[in-house]
């Protein structure tokens, strides 16, 4: 779990992973954007979660709503939150 990997690094004086790959946290955001793409590609719904945050920030509202969805299919409690909110504000949804 996330958790353990920040006790092990905390007692261990590591540097900060990717509680996912547990590879160094990319420093660029274009770095990080291309790890998020590949935890996307392994299904994970936590990077489809913050992928559809990233998107909605930038007014993207259509991907956003595509991420939120793919991550809420998957069980992710937080993106089901994200679409109600999507759903009551009217943004990305008809």
């Known amino acids: 779990c996330n958790y353990a990997n920040q006790m092990r ?11 996912f790959c547990r590879k160094p946290v990319s420093s660029t955001e274009k770095q990080c954007d291309k790890q998020i793409l590949k935890r996307i590609a392994a299904n994970d719904p936590v990077a489809m979660r913050q992928k559809g945050i990233q998107q909605y920030r930038k007014g993207d509202y259509r991907r956003a709503f595509e991420y939120y969805t793919r991550a809420a299919e998957l069980g992710d409690a937080a993106a089901k939150y994200g679409l109600g909110r999507m759903y009551e504000f009217g943004k990305g949804v008809e």
Request: hydrophobic share 10%.
């Open 9 to 19: 690094e905390e007692e261990k004086k590591l540097q900060h992973s990717c509680p």
